[in-house]
């Protein structure tokens, strides 16, 4: 069945450092959602890619999406303690019916 | 604009209960969403609603079904309560069906089946 991967699961990083989430989907998806989620909270969407090779930034964000539109990744750059949360991919494949998300990113932020 | 709001935002029930949970959609949006969200399985989608009819439906059995309301109000509800089912179920509304658009979440509802 349908999978979408994110890596890694967990991150720890030093305040100022980079960091980067992939999202890998087993097969081609129409779009890509990111979404943040902080700990006790509820996902909280951040942008939506629709074209092959899509990049788009907000801030220190950037998000592309791959040219088979099967893979993603969610860049972040000078990492703060307020970018601490699990950060989640999520796609319909092409015509489906289903909305499909990835196993998360939990970014931690040491200050 | 309000958000989406979830009611009851926590709720203990037993194995072979039933449950109804409440979604209260953003004023003009028509499509809700569930999903569930458990630590082993993450965060996957139940069903969706638009315009009183379900339009998209996830993985899951029978026994997890749900309704629309004309004013855009859902219920979801589960019958037969398992263990497993113990969750945070979650809304999100949306303008538009079929997962196009920014999906707004609401706080959740989390259930404990004991």
């Known amino acids: 069945g349908q999978q979408v991967m994110q890596i890694p699961q967990y991150q720890h990083v030093q305040e100022g450092e980079d960091f980067t989430t992939y999202c890998n989907s087993s097969t081609t998806l129409s779009n890509i959602q990111w979404y943040k989620q902080r700990p006790g909270g509820h996902p909280v969407f951040l942008i939506q890619?629709?074209?092959?090779?899509e990049v788009k930034k907000q801030k220190r964000l950037t998000f592309q999406f791959g040219e088979a539109k099967k893979n993603s990744s969610l860049h972040i750059t000078a990492t703060q303690t307020t970018d601490v949360g699990t950060y989640f991919c999520?796609?319909?494949?092409?015509?489906?019916?289903?909305?499909?998300f990835g196993t998360g990113t939990r970014l931690t932020v040491i200050p | 604009k309000a958000g989406v709001t979830q009611t009851p935002r926590y709720l203990i029930k037993t194995r072979g209960q039933q449950v109804t949970l409440s979604c209260s959609p953003i004023?003009?949006?028509?499509?809700v969403s569930w999903y569930q969200q458990t630590p082993g399985q993450g965060l996957q989608f139940l069903f969706e609603?638009?315009?009183?009819?379900?339009?998209n439906k996830g993985n899951f059995p029978g026994r997890f079904s749900g309704r629309q309301f004309s004013n855009s109000r859902s219920e979801m509800n589960v019958s037969t309560l398992e263990l497993g089912d113990s969750a945070l179920y979650l809304c999100a509304s949306s303008p538009a069906t079929g997962f196009a658009d920014t999906q707004y979440f609401g706080p959740g509802t989390r259930l404990t089946v004991l």
């Open positions: 004023s003009g949006h028509r499509s």
């Open positions: 999520a796609g319909p494949t092409a015509g489906a019916n289903n909305l499909f």
């Open positions: 890619l629709v074209k092959s090779g």
């Open positions: 609603y638009f315009s009183e009819t379900q339009r």
